[in-house]
């Protein structure tokens, strides 16, 4: 190389370290919409990332708008009732989503059109066709959304999965069986839900606001996704209503994954606490052709071998960061790993589960009709 060319390539060399370092730094502003008690810890997780600037906050809920405001005086945000006018503002880089589920879908949607990066949380869309929309803008954005199920960016989560997919810690995986019980509230105790959890036709019921974390940490294993969903529900407690109507407290559902496997998922707010032959909480196994993994736990358990936990105590103990991926993601130009795909198939997968009770016989995926 001559000294010329040595000092070209050196100079590139400097311009693209200092681009990347001017990236790293660059300010991400951001606009929360819906500052209830998810949209408060993510305006806190937002304030803590190196960088980032929350220039606006809005809430129909005036109450919220100020505590909002308070949290996060350091940045001086305005506020705004109105979240059409929080897409329109032109100092705004990226928007977190936390209303009630109904409304994800077309504030996504109108956030994406305007070129904003999304920060949105589960369950992308309610129905089929909510999803298939904000699909649809998404394709033609210059910006991403990022799907607010996190159980993408727990350590333990991703260890997991390692363990599955290149160790093949369990050989061929041919059943998943999932759980996510816990005890019924005791009649006049705990802090009432907001209202619109127990509507359906806000919340999408249980299965889809809640379950489809749980659902979609199954496809993840599985490296597919359901064809079809066969279940019951209803709400038990405190006295028996059929499915459709109020948020279940119950169901299971099975489904039939397109490299057949089969994952049996079971949520039930009726655990009694004492119980310990059946854990509470949140669980998954893998069984496969020569052994199964316990993911909670971090367990493996060979066909007849020794079962060997592979989860060390930092990787059990580490914390999620996918507000922080969110942020790198953006300065990168990446695509985030809980993709808009992601969010995408794991609300089709609950949808179908959910109409599954509804309808009282098996759905599957082709009639929800959402190309992913
Ligand atoms: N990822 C998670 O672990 C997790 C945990 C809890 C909740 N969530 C999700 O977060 C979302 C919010 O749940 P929550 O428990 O915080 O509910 P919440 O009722 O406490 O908060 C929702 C907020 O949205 C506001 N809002 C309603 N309509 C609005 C509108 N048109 N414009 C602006 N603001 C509006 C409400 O006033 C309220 O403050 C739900 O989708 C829920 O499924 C996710």
Redesign the pocket.
Known sequence: MDSKTGRRAFIAGTSAALLAQAQQQREIKVAH???????TSLLKQVLEQPGAKVVAV????PD?RDAAQSLAKRDNPKSY?E?KQVIDLKDVDAIAI????D??APMAAAALEAGKYVYC???LGITPEQVADVLKVARKSKAFLQI???LRYYPHMVEAMKQLHQNKAVGTPFVIKAQRNSTATQPGAGRP??A??DDVKR?GDLIV??AV?NIDACNWAAQSRPVSAYGHGKKYLPKTIPAGSVMMDGFCVSYHYENDMHLEYTQLYLHPRQMKELRNGQWYIVFGSEGSLEINGGMIYPMWGEAKKYLTPEIENGKENAMAEFMRCIRENQKPFASIEVGAVAALSAIMGREAIYRKRMVTWKELGVEV
């Open positions: 919409i819906g500052i209830g008690n998810r949209g809005c809430d129909t809920d919220k009732s979240y936390a209303t009630p589920c409304l994800h949380e589960k369950p607010g199920q996190q839900r907001p619109w959890y919340s606001e809640n974390h």
